[in-house]
């Protein structure tokens, strides 16, 4: 069985900042894993993915995520951070031959003007 | 193109009695995943749905049933609903390779009282 990691609860960070949201897992085999944002009554938006190739995975407004294997990790990370980023953040995760996706708990962010 | 769709946007209910969720893919998706996201939490997995069969199940009782029609779109039923089913029910649609990005829809507020 899949599992996720998001050891923060909340990350506040000053606009204009980097910002940084923390994710690992523990999946069975190559690991298949999806960053998705939530605002305030809406459904999840997909940022973007890790399936292979490239550790360094590029994604929707501005938002990459390095997958590190060593450390199991997949952390999302913004190199300036907009008041407009402020929402819930989900880490997920897929295993081989699983469809199923495996979620965090999720990290509120909040990008402080 | 159009995204996921899901209706309602919100119900209440009262505990005993039964609901019925609708979920209308991704133009092109022929896969529909149902995940449950308890306030405070991340989505868990409830079932899935491929061919109109359905293919993988999550932790969750008889209580939760699905359908998925010739068009691919999809029911959620609950029975018997608890106050414990209150939650936000998200609907996703894909194709059915592993891995492949869910897609979410906005999601059906559930209350029951």
């Known amino acids: 069985a899949q599992s996720v990691a998001q050891p923060e609860d909340q990350v506040n960070v000053a606009e204009g900042n980097p910002l940084t949201v923390k994710c690992t897992y523990s999946?069975?085999?190559?690991?298949?894993l999806f960053w998705y944002v939530q605002y305030p009554n809406r459904g999840l938006q997909f940022l973007l993915k890790y399936i292979t190739g490239d550790n360094l995975v590029k994604g929707s407004y501005g938002f990459e995520a390095e997958f590190n294997k060593s450390q199991t990790s997949f952390h999302l990370k913004k190199p300036s951070a907009l008041v407009s980023d402020s929402a819930l953040y989900f880490c997920a995760a897929l295993s081989y031959g699983n469809n199923r996706l495996a979620f965090g708990k999720g990290n509120q962010v909040v990008v402080i003007p | 193109d159009a995204g996921v769709t899901q209706s309602p946007t919100h119900l209440i209910k009262t505990r005993g009695q039964q609901v019925t969720l609708r979920c209308s893919p991704k133009?092109?998706?022929?896969?529909v995943s149902w995940y449950q996201q308890a306030l405070g939490q991340g989505p868990q997995f409830i079932f899935q749905y491929y061919e109109e069969e359905e293919r993988q199940r999550g932790n969750f009782p008889d209580r939760f049933s699905g359908h998925q029609f010739p068009n691919y779109s999809s029911e959620l039923n609950v029975n018997a609903l608890l106050l414990g089913d209150s939650a936000l029910y998200l609907c996703?649609?894909?194709?059915?390779?592993?891995?492949?990005?869910?897609?979410f829809g906005p999601g059906t507020r559930l209350t029951v009282l």
């Open positions: 133009s092109g998706h022929d896969t």
């Open positions: 999946v069975s085999g190559n690991p298949y």
């Open positions: 996703a649609s894909s194709f059915p390779r592993v891995p492949d990005t869910q897609y």
